[in-house]
T-cell receptor, first 117, second 111 residues
């Protein structure tokens, strides 16, 4: 059963704590992405990775960190430096980035809702 | 600033009616994609249209692209209550390897 999974579905964090959101895919996709979605807003790109051991900052990377040690895994850490982390976080993957000039369809996980207490 | 902007922000129709959503963008694109998001869930890809295409169909969906006006429209024909969701357009830009999403249109289809 192929797909992209995120865990946990709901996460509560106290102020000052770091938390890590999990994202795993078994689609053999090269590229993976993390987005943040706030109520009534679109998706904003946090980080993306085109290949193992490489990743780039998106539009709102401050206060977040990622790693890409394995092709199938792209965890996101929300650090205490993120001032307003309460949001819905979505992970996505796509087969490949064709020469950097076009983008494939992205496949999304179910999301993690993070709430800061 | 965001590349894609959907219009209207919200749309309420009756079952059986058609729903039309529009997306405008600002710069040259390689492709434009439409996604659906049910409340509290991830996004699901609906359709991709490339910059050299003008129209694509998929079941009850029809997407048009007018590169001269930098706009696209998504038409859902014979809407069903199950079509209730938010719909996002996303643009793939020339020279970039990521998509840029708009803020979405919330569609409510009443039985």
């Amino acid at each position: 059963d192929g797909g992209i999974t995120q865990s946990p579905k709901y996460l509560f964090r106290k102020e000052g704590q770091n938390v890590t959101l999990s994202c795993e895919q078994n689609l053999n996709h090269d590229a993976m992405y993390w987005y943040r979605q706030d109520p009534g807003q679109g998706l904003r790109l946090i980080y993306y990775s085109q290949i193992v051991n490489d990743f780039q900052k998106g539009d709102i990377a401050e206060g977040y960190s990622v790693s890409r040690e394995k092709k199938e895994s792209f965890p996101l850490t929300v650090t205490s430096a993120q001032k307003n982390p309460t949001a819905f976080y979505l992970c996505a993957s796509s087969p490949q980035i064709a020469g950097g000039t076009s983008t494939d369809t992205q496949y999304f996980g179910p999301g993690t809702r993070l709430t800061v207490l | 600033s965001q590349q894609g902007e959907e219009d209207p922000q919200a749309l309420s129709i009756q079952e059986g009616e058609n729903a039309t959503m529009n997306c405008s963008y600002k710069t040259s694109i390689n492709n434009l994609q439409w996604y659906r998001q049910n409340s509290g869930r991830g996004l699901v890809h609906l359709i991709l249209i490339r910059s050299n295409e003008r129209e694509k169909h998929s079941g009850r969906l029809r997407v048009t692209l007018d590169t001269s006006k930098k706009s696209s429209s998504l038409l859902i024909t014979a809407s069903r209550a199950a079509d209730t969701a938010s719909y996002f357009c996303a643009t793939g830009l020339s020279g970039y390897s990521t998509l840029t999403f708009g803020k979405g249109t919330m569609l409510l289809v009443s039985p």
